[in-house]
């Protein structure tokens, strides 16, 4: 079966050779994209959208998210709204209702916040462990995960429970929780900060997760200067998140460890020298009212950036990219070209999907190219421009995902 999505009034395709293209058509076939080029010369097809002169993008790649979770964690919130700060420690009330929590609740809260995001646009989502924090629970945590969204990540290291020894609990994580989860995990991640796990403790879950053949993600930098940037460029992390607090070593360290990588020849998850990407997260830093990532600065010194959501119901409690991109446009001084790429190329990029195919014959995702997996995002909108001039307006008007109609 083939879609003809035609009278598209701007296309931002996110890919370097097609660009941002006006008056466009885009041709779906199965799964992929199978034809992009001008709505006047576009092929016949089995069916037709008109898009009536509307945007599209790249559906948005969310890169980083705590979905998996039961309880609710307002009275904190209300606290910090009252002046307080955030602490890591709040991560112990939502790991007890998580674990009180049935599968089947579980999957059932999982499966809607997913649902969720792609009523936004939303078409490619990770998300992470974390809020189980013994070994049977994590298992249960990535299992249920790898149900219900496209990559998993072991965040077995995002905070020491109550009654253990730190070091003790390093080691479990690195040991029989690693073993445990690894069925169902591509991705590691340590949260690496004052209140949570020390660099020495982030540098032995790096290590075995590592071992164990996992991709490296670090939660760095959030809550003031410290050492998880460093960590994740020398340990090759595909991605350091947060990165409130950057001194200029750490920009540069981002900026170097991208030298050597050429994106035509290097592509896809694994290969070649890749560097680590900043993701920033917009809600969090507004929801936790910390200063604002320097999304900006990153990219004028060449770090590739992401923005993602960070869904969790600690520090951002929202699925809405739409709200992460006007943020990081209004508040961080992103172009809309600069902040949709980190939403979409850059999320892609963060997980090794911008390009080619994956082991596991997976398609790139984040950019609108033929090949590329058909996840599409229609605006109601003339432009792209509208996701920051209409903030908080719900400006989705169709989504596709791997080529079906999803909304
Ligand atoms: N910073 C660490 N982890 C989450 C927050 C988790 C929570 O507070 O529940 C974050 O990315 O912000
Ligand atoms: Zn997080």
Redesign the pocket.
Known sequence: MSELITNIGELMTQDREQGTRRKAAVVLEGERIAWIGDAIHAPAADTVVDAQGRAVLPGWVDS???LIFAGDRTAEFEARVAGESYKAGGIAVSVEATRAASDYDLTRLGLGRVAEAMSQGTTYLET?T?YGLDVEEERRSARIASTVVDEVTF?GA?LVPQGIDADAYTELVCSEMLEAVRPYVSWA?V?CERGAFTPEQSRRVLTACRAAGLGLRV?GN?LGHGEGVALAVEFGAASV??VNFLTDDDVSALAQSWSGWDGAANAGRGAGVRGTVATV?PA?DLSTRAPLAPAKRLVQAGVPIAI?S?A?PG??YTSSMAFCVATAVLQMGLSVHEAVRAATFGGALALGRESGEDVDGQRAVGSIAVGHRADLHMLRAPSATHLAYRPGVPLTAAVWRAGVHAV
Do not use: E, V
Request: proline share 0%; glycine share 4%.
């Open positions: 980083h998210t705590h992470k974390g965040l995002h991640d949260f939660h959030q998140d947060h997260l969090c993602a960070n969790n520090t951002s």
